[in-house]
């Protein structure tokens, strides 16, 4: 139950006293401390605590060559289980509050360092490129993992549409944050808006994903519709969720985990047996719905993609 909740518990600590006697933080705390047993132990092993509704499904859908042969894991689990804090701290909240979010009309403003900005539509960005499917395996930080078929097509298809230019070396990533169809954006659990960022390389290299769907359908909301990162090379939180700007920047972006928790998320955050979070090992993991641990592997598995990013920098340093 602690570690389940491992990486908010760093950031509540980070929030200034003065801030502390908010009553819906106290609330949530109080939540925190008085989760059923019941719905902890579901939870906690990735069994699906809440039954998950299916979502319309994709059409033109082609499989791609970016996929790992392993057992996926059941569509419930990696919808009914998830992190998406902007609907509060519990990993069945985001499946039970999620429905609040208005997915139409919904726009992504890609600016910065580029030729040309530009405000698409997501019925605009649906149709940049053919929609794959891609088998990744997902590892979040806090020592879960699954495998999931997601939907979309690499992030690069959206970048050369905007023609970044020599002076962009970074990408940020900022999520939808709104009070109104978000409860937990009224919390001060983190800096919001939720935001990511990759360095340019990185965002180029064609496994990283813009994810419009899972299992053939489209993304459900609690997974971050209508349109989410992933990267598969790199723990869970780095694949930002429900996204309205992608800015191409000179300067490395400070995440919203960063801010929180700096000694604890760093900005590379590549998937690292190695080198533990400073508060557990990082050497296993558990996939949910399965009992006991499988080693984790470094790059989760895609060294022989990605390892070469990294040659030369010391990964110790670049957590
Ligand atoms: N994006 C937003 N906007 N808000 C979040 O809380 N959580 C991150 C990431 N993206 C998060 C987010 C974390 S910690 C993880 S592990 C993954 O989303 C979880 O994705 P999933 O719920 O689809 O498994």
Redesign the pocket.
């Given at each position: 139950m602690i570690r389940q909740k491992a990486?908010l518990i760093r950031a509540a600590s980070a929030i200034p006293s003065s801030e502390i006697t908010n009553p819906a933080l106290y609330a949530d705390r109080r939540r925190f401390l008085l989760a059923s047993a019941a719905g902890a132990l579901a939870g906690g092993l990735g069994l699906p605590a809440i039954a998950a509704p299916r979502g319309e499904a994709l059409a033109d859908v082609r499989k791609s060559a970016w996929t790992v042969e392993e057992k996926l894991t059941p569509y419930e689990s990696?919808t009914t289980y998830?992190?998406?804090?902007?609907f509060g701290p519990d990993k069945d909240d985001?499946a039970k509050q999620a429905h609040r979010l208005k997915v139409r009309p919904w726009s992504v403003v890609v600016e910065g360092e580029v030729a040309k900005p530009r405000t698409f539509a997501i019925e605009d960005i649906l149709k940049l490129a053919p929609l794959e499917e891609r088998v990744y395996r997902?590892r979040?930080?806090?020592g879960w993992s699954?495998v999931v078929p997601w939907i979309g097509f690499s992030l690069s298809e959206l970048a050369r549409r905007v023609e970044p230019t020599s002076n962009a070396k970074f990408v940020e990533f900022i999520?939808l944050a709104d009070r109104e169809q978000m409860p937990y954006v009224r919390v001060p659990l983190l800096d919001w808006p939720?935001s990511e960022g990759l360095r340019i390389d990185e965002a180029m290299h064609p496994l990283t994903l813009l994810a419009v769907g899972l299992y053939g359908e489209v993304l459900p909301k609690?997974?971050?519709a209508p349109l989410?990162l992933i990267v598969p090379w790199k723990?869970?939180?780095k694949?930002?969720?429900?996204i309205v700007k992608i800015r191409f920047v000179r300067e490395m972006p400070r995440s919203a985990w960063m801010k929180s928790a700096p000694q604890e998320y760093g900005f590379y955050s590549n998937v690292n047996p190695e080198v533990p979070h400073p508060r557990w090992s990082q050497a296993q993991e558990r996939r949910l719905g399965e009992f006991g641990k499988r080693k984790t592997l470094p790059f989760n598995g895609y060294a022989e993609q990605v390892a070469a990013l990294y040659a030369g920098m010391d990964l110790r340093k670049n957590y």
């Open positions: 990486m990696a998830n992190n998406f804090y902007e985001p997902f979040c930080v806090e699954m999520s939720y609690q997974n971050g989410r723990y869970g939180f694949s930002a969720k429900s």
